[in-house]
Every structure is written in structure tokens, then in C-alpha cells.
């Protein structure tokens, strides 16, 4: 009866369109209410406690650093230098796409910023040069999901902190996976680009290329700095984060001089709203969090779920699955707030690795943004490049399937997560 009292009161408030921090905190006093224990008090310890965690300072910072990084002229760098590489082979603006994404995954780890600007950017180039434009959007939005699994990473920085969690070997653990998802798509793409009547682009030459190099080494040198100051131990997440910021504003200003200081209220202001936006969230998430630990909704879920328990892997498919259907109506930050303290009990009961499920539940997530009705990245496709959701939508499709595959390739081969996180921790 907990459970479907939880359940009910949060669903019920987000279906009469009650914002998600606050159905969160809706529930959370439905339980108090309903276990007979009602106290303002712990609403606002909880919430307080809440944002006052030092890991979480990295959030703000890397949000910052990635708006830092399109207005300062380092994402545009980073397709140039992908369009000089691969830019003149037949799909190879797709690629670029791909490619650029990776990289740009690297710095921001930001889904929504990242995609906003290779949208702007590569949009307008694939449609002159003839591709499908619905399915090049899709392909963009699909590579921009790839940044919330590689670091650094602001939806494995929430997860470890509600789960506890390291997120320094959740970082390195979610190299690999991400790289697989690039891959993933670049197969894709060569096989649905083949329908297209293109026109490549002209073959740089080494020259350009150096060049091309030259004019990216700034940007491509943060993905560099971030990861091996974090592998090196030199820099906590946190820190790194604050190191990306000020590396992005330097460059910026006084090494490609794209941005001026009149246009720092501006970019500040930007990553305030989207911190806001999030730490509310956070704060709201345990609230209930705390709440689903007092009500004891972890055994009761166990307890439906028992015969599973002794079979790991047809448990991790049963839980992608249910996220899967989770994320077609929840965006990427609530579902990891709702559903981490109510998983991991059974994870760790059930012997899973928590990095190891603490990275495929942010995969799966990932994927929710790309997967409609809600789809918030396709969202941002069809307001920058101004193509219908619809369309955008029926673009994705192939590239949706490809990094599926990936997840329950992941779910079968648990070694394909775990044996490269241990080289790299």
C-alpha cells in the first residue's frame, strides 16, 4: 500500500501538470501524511541537506564551462577540425557530427547544450550538401546524448551522489560505453546515409589539416586537461570542473577572442537558470528519497521481485526495460532522482556492481531524451534548426535502435564496462 501510495501521489500530481520538484515534494508529504509522522522540519532538513554537498559544486561549474565553451568560439573549432578530417568521404558530414559530438561530450557534458550547437552549425551545412535533413537531425540528436555518459558527466555526478557512489570511477567507467555509442551510430549512419544523393566536401589537404589542428588545439586540449587531472588524482570531479570553467574563460577571451567581458552577464546568467533548474530538483529528490528509505518501499519492491534477485543480468533487463518506459515520459535528471533510491537497495541485495548499473542507468536515460513523446534533445533540434518535432522524430529512429543495442549488448557483457574501467581507475 506504501508503494502505490508513492506512486499514485507523484504520477497523479505530474499528470495535472504539477512542475516534477514539486510533485516530488507533494508525494514525499503524501508518505509523511499517510505513515502518520507529518513534519515540516524534515522537509526543509532534507532539502537544505540537500544542496549542501561539495561533489554537487561541479554541476554549476560544468554547466558554466560548457556555455563558456559555445560562446567563446571552442565548439565551433571542434566541428572544423572534425570537417577536416573526415569531412570529404562520402557521409562524412554525418560522421563529423559523431565525432565532434564525442569530443564536445568530453568538455560540457551537457545533452541539450551540445546538441544546440552542432545543430546550429552542421544543419545548415548536411542540407546544402544534400542529406536528409529530418535524419540528420536525428543523427545530431542522438550524438548529443552521448555527453551525459562520457565525462564529465552531470547526470553520473547526480547519480553517484544519491546512490553513494564513487563518481570518479563512475567518470572513468563511462568511457568506454560512451565510445560504443559513437560507434554505434557512425554504423547507422553509414548504412541509412547510402539512400542520400550528396555532394562530399572538397579533400583538405595536410596543410589545412595542420592548420585545422592548430586552430582546435585549445579546445580539444580541456577534454585532456579534465580526464588526466581526474586519472592523475591531481583534481577531484569538483575540481575539474572549476579547472574546465576558468579554461574555457581564458580561452575565451585572450586566446580566441570570441567572447568579450560584456558578454559574460549573459553566459553567467544562462548557466544560473539552467543550476537553478537542477539543484531544485535535487533538493526535492530527497526529500522523497529519505522518505522512501523511512517507508521501507525498497524491501516492498524486493519483495515482487524476489525470484529474480539470484539472476543478475535477467534483473538488469527487467530494470532497463522499466526505465526505458520510464524515460519516454520523464526527463534524464527526475528519473535518476526517483528511481535511484528506490533501485539500488535491490542492485546491491541482488550483488550487482553499483558503477557498473550506475552507468547503464544513465545510458538508458540518455536515451529517453531521444525517445518521444517527450524527447527533450529532439526538442532542441526542431527549435534550432526550425524542423517539425514530427519529423525530427521519424529521423531518429535508426540511430535510436543502434544505441539500444548498445544498452542491452552492455546488460549481456557486463565486461565490456568493467574491464576497461579497471585499466583506467
Known sequence: MTLFVFVGSLLGAMAIGVP??????????????????????????????GADTFTLLAIPFFILAGELMNSGGLSRRIIDFAIACVGHIRGGLGIVAILAALIMSSISGSAAADTAALAAILLPMMAKAGYNVPRSGGLIAAGGIIAPVIP????????????????????????????????????????????????????????????????????????VIILGGIKAGVVTPTEAAVVAAVYALF???????????????????????TTSVIMFL??????????????????????????????????????????????????????????????????????????????????????????????????????????????????????LVAQTIVLFLLVLFPDLVLVPASWLY
Request: hydrophobic share 60%.
Open 152 to 223: 564529465p558527466s552531470m547526470a553520473l555526478i547526480v547519480f553517484g551522489v544519491a546512490a553513494n557512489v564513487s563518481i570518479t570511477k563512475l567518470f572513468m567507467a563511462g568511457i568506454f560505453p560512451g565510445l560504443l555509442m559513437g560507434i554505434s551510430l557512425i554504423v547507422a549512419w553509414l548504412i541509412v546515409a547510402r539512400k542520400d544523393n550528396v555532394q562530399p566536401l572538397p579533400r583538405t589537404s595536410a596543410k589545412e589539416r595542420v592548420q585545422a589542428t592548430g586552430r582546435a588545439a585549445w579546445a580539444l586540449g580541456m577534454p
Open 20 to 49: 516534477v520538484a514539486f510533485s516530488l515534494m507533494f508525494c514525499g508529504v503524501v508518505l509523511m501524511w499517510y505513515m502518520d509522522m507529518f513534519n515540516s522540519q524534515i522537509i526543509a532538513q532534507n532539502m537544505i541537506a
Open 282 to 399: 535535487v533538493c526535492a529528490a530527497l526529500v522523497s528519497s529519505w522518505l522512501i528509505t523511512a517507508a521501507n518501499i525498497p524491501a516492498e519492491i524486493t519483495g515482487y521481485i524476489e525470484p529474480l534477485i539470484d539472476r543478475p543480468k535477467l534483473l538488469m533487463f527487467v530494470i532497463m526495460i522499466l526505465v526505458l518506459v520510464v524515460g519516454t515520459a520523464l526527463d534524464l535528471t527526475p528519473t535518476i532522482l526517483i528511481l535511484t533510491p528506490v533501485l539500488m537497495p535491490i542492485v546491491l541485495k541482488a550483488g550487482i556492481d553499483p558503477v557498473y548499473f550506475g552507468v547503464l542507468f544513465v545510458i538508458n536515460n540518455s536515451i529517453g531524451l531521444i525517445t518521444p513523446p517527450v524527447g527533450v534533445v529532439l526538442n532542441v533540434v526542431s527549435g534550432v534548426a526550425r524542423i517539425p518535432l514530427g519529423r525530427v522524430t521519424a529521423g531518429v529512429w535508426p540511430f
Open 251 to 273: 580561452v575565451g577571451l585572450f586566446i580566441y577572442r570570441e567572447m568579450k567581458v560584456s558578454d559574460l552577464p549573459r553566459v553567467f546568467l544562462s548557466a544560473a537558470k
